[in-house]
């Protein structure tokens, strides 16, 4: 199976990678360097926080980037002419996007139809960025799960292969919810690779609605969801 991973460079994705590729190798990786940057601040201390946990869980050896797990290359987006034509010389089998902009029809074409998505939350109720973030914000810490869908044209509306909860733990705080859902993505999509590599192929189902679009969350209120989820959680007493 030729698969190729279509991501950002960030600790998770770089777990994710090299975990990803014990089972399944991953002929090449499609870095986007460029990201959306929303008018106002959305920085907050807790992501530094979430770096650090990281690091420190899953790098204690170094190895955190992902040319140290596979073979990148490296576009400003992967909707520019240049990237589309890699993907096409590449010639996936099958490709997964973790953590990228909205992809247009032609990264689609190039990788043959055939493309799964990992979304960080329902999105039949919360599309778009920060959704779990937006779950903790509206209070529903029982929507806070992981979804794997076949990639479409129109953001996050892809038929559904897979949906599992986050394991949330006593005393969690905000800053290691990221791993937490990057194993559960782990999980989604080995999954689906074992279904494709056992000639099972990978069934997935039609969203039945069209979860709400959000965007980016400002800073202020991430003050708030890391004071939530602490409560909830029982990091704060």
């Known amino acids: 199976m030729n698969l190729?991973?279509?991501?950002?460079e960030t600790l998770h994705h770089s777990w994710f990678l090299r975990e990803l590729s014990r089972r399944h190798p991953v002929a090449r990786v499609f870095v986007e360097t460029e990201t959306l940057r929303p008018a106002y601040e959305t920085a907050h201390p807790f992501e530094a926080e979430r770096d650090e946990h990281e690091r420190a869980l899953w790098f204690a050896k170094g190895g955190e980037r992902l040319s140290d797990h596979g073979d990148t290359m490296a576009f400003p987006s992967l909707n520019a002419e240049s990237a589309v034509?890699?993907?096409?010389?590449t010639r996936p089998d099958l490709a997964v996007v973790f953590g990228t902009g909205k992809l247009s029809q032609a990264?689609?074409?190039?990788?043959?139809?055939?493309?799964?998505?990992?979304?960080?939350?329902?999105?039949?109720?919360?599309?778009g960025l920060d959704t779990h973030l937006w779950a903790v914000?509206?209070?529903?810490?029982?929507?806070?799960s992981t979804t794997l869908h076949w990639l479409a044209p129109e953001l996050d509306t892809?038929?559904?292969?897979?949906r599992r909860p986050i394991?949330?733990?006593?005393?969690?705080?905000?800053?290691?919810?990221?791993?937490?859902?990057?194993?559960v993505c782990l999980q989604l999509v080995e999954d689906a690779l074992d279904g494709w590599v056992?000639?099972?192929?990978?069934?997935?189902?039609?969203?039945?609605?069209?979860?709400?679009?959000?965007?980016?969350m400002p800073?202020?209120?991430k003050q708030v969801c890391v004071r939530r989820f602490a409560m909830f959680s029982g990091a704060m007493r």
């Open 107 to 127: 990264v689609i074409d190039a990788c043959g139809g055939n493309i799964l998505n990992l979304h960080g939350g329902d999105p039949e109720e919360y599309r």
């Open 158 to 162: 892809g038929a559904i292969v897979g």
């Open 219 to 221: 800073t202020a209120l």
């Open 85 to 89: 034509a890699a993907l096409r010389q």
């Open 167 to 183: 394991l949330l733990t006593n005393g969690m705080t905000l800053a290691q919810l990221r791993a937490a859902n990057t194993r």
């Open 4 to 8: 190729v991973l279509l991501t950002t």
């Open 198 to 216: 056992g000639g099972r192929g990978i069934p997935a189902q039609p969203q039945a609605r069209r979860g709400r679009y959000y965007s980016f």
């Open 137 to 144: 914000w509206h209070g529903a810490f029982d929507q806070l």
